[in-house]
């Protein structure tokens, strides 16, 4: 099934599943146009790991269809699936050699064996491992590991390959390379890759379009990018990268809203969706980034400006943040702010006092509905 000219790997339509009265998959549809790196977003809980079942075949919907290549893969048994998995624990066997671990599925569809040595030297060209074939997978290093686990799926050539948090076992500096190579991988080979995650960083990272899913519905999907400057719902904008959220009450609509904070404070900010009617509640987001910790002898001409006390200061090199108090007269109104890399900065104690400012359009609100 398409739409127009535009080729899906991978559709589903209204998908549901319900556990003991628990909806965990509710109504979830979309389309991966082919060749794509799209990844599945969300917290412990929100229905991810159930959809991927479904997916592999693992788990039959309650309702709705998933069609690969535009064929229904209702009651089509996982290995009739035009498609591969990688686990986060990647199951090689130890007793093969890297190149027997490759060819094992090969082997099992009973592949001629020159064939095999053919397909088998090839994907193991384009992972970037040529050399590695008679090696054991206790000679390899993580990521070369990952990615043997990786070829050993595409070698198969599926329609579309899944990935159950495939980087979840390595440590962080291995993780920030893997980033980097999946993708290269994925546009390598051209393959659908369907990424599943609960870490916001490997998603934004590597994927063409990223679906953020909550309470077994998609909140949102869109690019990397969509997904950071413009949420379409607070989940969204509180989960996608790291948001300060303040309840407010509007007071005047327009292209830069005037919201009041705490203690009475004024702010304006765009709305993320419709403008609510003013006196209406909302919740306000600025991201640290976006928030200007303007020291004492600094100007600080932006739209918004606070005056605040610096409580805690967090080292971090480049990712180094306060969280500062913000004077409201006695309500509290605490704001995380990052701090940019220059000599100005390095002598900021707890205690001191500046001004946080960010313009209109860095502040976000949204109708207040408890999410």
């Given at each position: 099934?398409?739409?127009?000219?535009?080729?899906?790997?991978?559709?589903?339509?209204?998908?549901?599943?319900?556990?003991?009265?628990?909806?965990?998959?509710?109504?979830?549809?979309?389309?991966?146009?082919?060749?794509?790196?799209?990844?599945?977003?969300?917290?412990?809980?929100?229905?991810?790991?159930?959809?991927?079942?479904?997916?592999?075949?693992?788990?039959?919907?309650?309702?709705?269809?998933?069609?690969?290549?535009?064929?229904?893969?209702?009651?089509?048994?996982?290995?009739?699936?035009?498609?591969?998995?990688?686990?986060?624990?990647?199951?090689?066997?130890?007793?093969?050699?890297v190149a027997d671990n490759v060819a094992y599925g090969l082997k099992r569809r009973g592949t001629a064996?020159?064939?095999?040595?053919?397909?088998?030297?090839?994907?193991?060209?384009?992972?970037?491992?040529?050399?590695?074939?008679?090696?054991?997978?206790?000679?390899?290093?993580?990521?070369?590991?990952?990615?043997?686990?990786?070829?050993?799926?595409?070698?198969?050539?599926?329609?579309?390959?899944?990935?159950?948090?495939?980087?979840?076992?390595?440590?962080?500096?291995?993780?920030?390379?893997?980033?980097?190579?999946?993708?290269?991988?994925?546009?390598?080979?051209?393959?659908?890759?369907?990424?599943?995650?609960?870490?916001?960083?490997?998603?934004?990272?590597?994927?063409?379009?990223?679906?953020?899913?909550?309470?077994?519905?998609?909140?949102?999907?869109?690019?990397?990018?969509?997904?950071?400057?413009?949420?379409?719902?607070?989940?969204?904008?509180?989960?996608?990268?790291?948001?300060?959220?303040?309840?407010?009450?509007?007071?005047?609509?327009?292209?830069?809203?005037?919201?009041?904070?705490?203690?009475?404070?004024?702010?304006?900010?765009?709305?993320?969706?419709?403008?609510?009617?003013?006196?209406?509640?909302?919740?306000?987001?600025?991201?640290?980034?976006?928030?200007?910790?303007?020291?004492?002898?600094?100007?600080?001409?932006?739209?918004?400006?606070?005056?605040?006390?610096?409580?805690?200061?967090?080292?971090?090199?480049?990712?180094?943040?306060i969280e500062a108090s913000v004077a409201t007269g006695g309500q509290s109104l605490n704001l995380t702010v990052r701090l940019p890399q220059t000599p100005a900065y390095?002598?900021?104690?707890?205690?001191?006092?500046?001004?946080?400012?960010?313009?209109?359009?860095?502040?976000?609100?949204?109708?207040?509905?408890?999410?």
């Amino acid at each position: 099934m398409t739409s127009g000219n535009q080729p899906f790997d991978l559709e589903c339509q209204e998908v549901c599943k319900r556990f003991a009265g628990h909806q965990a998959v509710d109504g979830v549809s979309f389309q991966i146009p082919a060749g794509s790196f799209f990844s599945i977003l969300g917290p412990s809980g929100c229905g991810k790991t159930t959809l991927l079942r479904m997916l592999a075949g693992f788990l039959e919907p309650d309702s709705g269809d998933i069609r690969i290549k535009g064929r229904s893969m209702l009651g089509i048994a996982p290995n009739r699936r035009p498609l591969n998995m990688v686990f986060q624990h990647l199951a090689l066997f130890p007793m093969m050699s890297v190149a027997d671990n490759v060819a094992y599925g090969l082997k099992r569809r009973g592949t001629a064996r020159e064939e095999i040595r053919r397909r088998v030297a090839d994907v193991l060209e384009r992972v970037g491992l040529p050399d590695s074939g008679d090696k054991k997978p206790e000679q390899l290093s993580g990521g070369q590991k990952q990615r043997i686990a990786i070829a050993r799926c595409l070698v198969l050539e599926p329609a579309v390959l899944l990935l159950d948090e495939p980087l979840g076992a390595l440590d962080l500096k291995l993780r920030e390379q893997m980033k980097v190579e999946l993708k290269q991988l994925q546009q390598t080979f051209g393959t659908t890759f369907i990424y599943i995650t609960h870490d916001q960083s490997e998603a934004l990272v590597m994927s063409d379009q990223v679906a953020v899913m909550n309470q077994g519905r998609f909140e949102q999907v869109d690019s990397p990018q969509g997904l950071y400057y413009n949420p379409q719902t607070p989940f969204v904008a509180g989960f996608v990268g790291d948001s300060n959220r303040m309840a407010a009450r509007l007071l005047q609509a327009g292209p830069h809203a005037e919201l009041e904070l705490a203690g009475g404070l004024r702010v304006k900010a765009r709305a993320a969706t419709a403008p609510v009617a003013p006196g209406s509640q909302a919740s306000l987001f600025v991201r640290p980034e976006s928030i200007v910790a303007c020291l004492p002898d600094m100007p600080c001409e932006l739209d918004n400006r606070l005056s605040a006390r610096v409580e805690t200061l967090l080292f971090d090199g480049a990712n180094s943040r306060i969280e500062a108090s913000v004077a409201t007269g006695g309500q509290s109104l605490n704001l995380t702010v990052r701090l940019p890399q220059t000599p100005a900065y390095a002598q900021l104690r707890p205690g001191d006092l500046l001004t946080l400012g960010w313009a209109a359009d860095q502040g976000l609100y949204f109708p207040e509905t408890g999410a």
